[in-house]
């Protein structure tokens, strides 16, 4: 491997090692040494790539941000109507929280007490849900009398307690209980001809998803390792 | 005051004191000497009242977990409906989140990833939500084809989803988010003879409930303590 291969891939590898440490102990507790062991590397080679503990924060949150965005474009790709494309970023969403550590540490840092790197990628994530339901809204879809602002509140209230839930245990935020929250909330949610067309289980953008990520061994955003120990969110570009 | 009021209420100004720290600042970055600093007492008085700081964590959640009795009391006293005693404890559980510092701080040691007290409050909330559906289902108030447990996985996911983002804007966790909330999810959930009784806003209970917070000027679980600065979910016992 060419030396700057290696370099970037120790780089990625630190960025994984750092996202499960933060995950699994906080921000605060988080220790250097921990992170380079669990990449392999020695910590002057941590240090070579990153200044500080922060640093390593600001760049979980970036590749977060970035699986966040590959998400949602994931989702629009083949144009669904915009309350399916709703569903099914949660569908996504639900499964990447369980999978993908690196966007799992990213958002849990905007929630850590000692964490002031400020991404605040929950209200980026909002602000896209916001986005979806006002094309809902402007194409007829929602039922009468819903607000995009209240939807988004709920919407948003549902996805962060799922994650919140989901690290508690994994079965609190399953591709099941997210098919039963849209069964339950569509019909106060969506108009009566919106809602028979809509799955609550998720689309063919959902299953197309699965596969791409059964074939992928998984990818986040801009992280690209292949045999990431520990990680099930990161392979190589294919 | 007798020397004995004096300890009493001493101690309980550093569990106020060490809840505000905690909530802030997450649990592994708290210092016994801010906590101190907090109750206007000296570090020499801490350590006669606390062992440690995780002593300090374990008694915040006992005093939450109290407060969290406290509530789901209160809106069953007048036996209303079960699906109704739900509405009415997340409406009162969302102020409480914005006024109590105390149950704040409790739940959110469960989440803190630095903390293994364990006492799993969220747990225990669960379980009464659990059980207020079984009842429900029992009286035949949900919709066709709703399964408790789906029920109760939304709404454990919604309460947990608004806890967070109030953290980060009050209003995002605010009364009328909930009665959206649980408008949009009445038409999904509640048997249609059920819904036309049932008040998203919540009832008569959380009414009452205001009102008595309004006089008694906040009162957490067993913790009674007047004047103590900050904390607006405690008061001298009435």
Redesign the interface.
Known sequence: MAKQDRAVRTRQELICSAAEVF????F??ASLADISTGAGVSTGALNFHFSSKKELGETVQAAAEESLRYITTACTESRPAPLQTLIDATHVLATQFEENVVLRAGL?LD????WDGGAEL?LKWRGWVRGMLTIAEYEGNLAPG??PD??C??I???????E??G??DHA?CSRR?VT??W???????ASEETRAKLEAGGSESVARWDEHMRNADGVVGRLTVKGCTGCTGCAEEP
């Open positions: 995950d699994r102990r906080g605060m507790s849990g929630n850590d007490a000692a929950w819903v607000l209240d939807a509140a709920t948003m209230a549902i996805v962060m307690g799922l919140t839930l690290r508690k609190l209980v039963r929250f069964k339950m909330m569509l019909p106060g949610l």
